[in-house]
T-cell receptor, first 113, second 113 residues
Framework: KNQVEQSPQSLIILEGKNCTLQ??????????LRWYKQDTGRGPVSLTI?????NTKSNGRYTATLDADTKQSSLHITASQLSDSASYIC????????????FGTGTRLKVLA | DTEVTQTPKHLVMGMTNKKSLKCEQH?????MYWYKQKAKKPPELMFV???????INESVPSRFSPECPNSSLLNLHLHALQPEDSALYLC????????????FGPGTRLTVT
């Protein structure tokens, strides 16, 4: 069964600290993996998209890594800010050209001052 | 312009009402999506339109009726909804399927009384 699992479910950190969110997937075939940030009550905003040939991709203070062999991805947030408080969702696309994206359940991050 | 707009932002309707949600994008995208998202859950795909034709219907009840009048507009007609249909309804668009950016709108918060 195609699944995307994220850990931890929730995380609280202090402003300025770094953190890493994990995503494991069992989707096959694999086309691409993306990370989204979703503020409460708002639509998700794309942070990164990686295909199977990409190992790492950065977007400002966000750095995503992908290991297609172990089917794992991580999102590292550097020097966290209060505005980073949101849900972070890992989404996997199972085949090229598909319109179906498999969503993980997300990690809820809260950054405290 | 990378914006997907949705109206209304909030909607409260009775179970006997008929209402419509509207989504618009001017990025020239040929794929448009409706998702339903319950609190603390990931978005669930409902419908996909590709080149203005219904491409995917994820076995959504007939009380939800999608419509794509043109390549920029996507509507979701609602009739005889149930309280459990209360959720955040997200519209998204992308150039095509696969490893491309998917842009989400801010969502419509629907409450069925």
């Amino acid at each position: 069964k195609n699944q995307v699992e994220q850990s931890p479910q929730s995380l609280i950190i202090l402003e300025g600290k770094n953190c890493t969110l994990q995503c494991n997937y069992t989707v096959s075939p694999f086309s691409n993996l993306r990370w989204y940030k979703q503020d409460t009550g708002r639509g998700p905003v794309s942070l990164t998209i990686m295909t199977f040939s990409e190992n790492t991709k950065s977007n400002g203070r966000y750095t995503a890594t992908l290991d297609a062999d172990t089917k794992q991805s991580s999102l590292h947030i550097t020097a966290s800010q209060l505005s980073d408080s949101a849900s972070y969702i890992c989404v996997v696309s199972g085949s090229s050209g598909t319109y179906k994206y498999i969503f993980g359940t997300g990690t809820r991050l809260k950054v405290l001052a | 312009d990378t914006e997907v707009t949705q109206t209304p932002k909030h909607l409260v309707m009775g179970m006997t009402n008929k209402k419509s949600l509207k989504c618009e994008q001017h990025m020239g995208h040929r794929a448009m999506y409706w998702y339903k998202q319950k609190a603390k859950k990931p978005p669930e795909l409902m419908f996909v339109y590709s080149y203005e034709k219904l491409s995917i219907n994820e076995s959504v009840p007939s009380r939800f009726s999608p419509e794509c009048p043109n390549s920029s507009l996507l509507n979701l007609h609602l009739h005889a909804l149930q309280p459990e249909d209360s959720a955040l309804y997200l519209c998204a668009s992308s150039q095509s399927g696969g490893a491309v950016e998917q842009y989400f709108g801010p969502g419509t918060r629907l409450t069925v009384t």
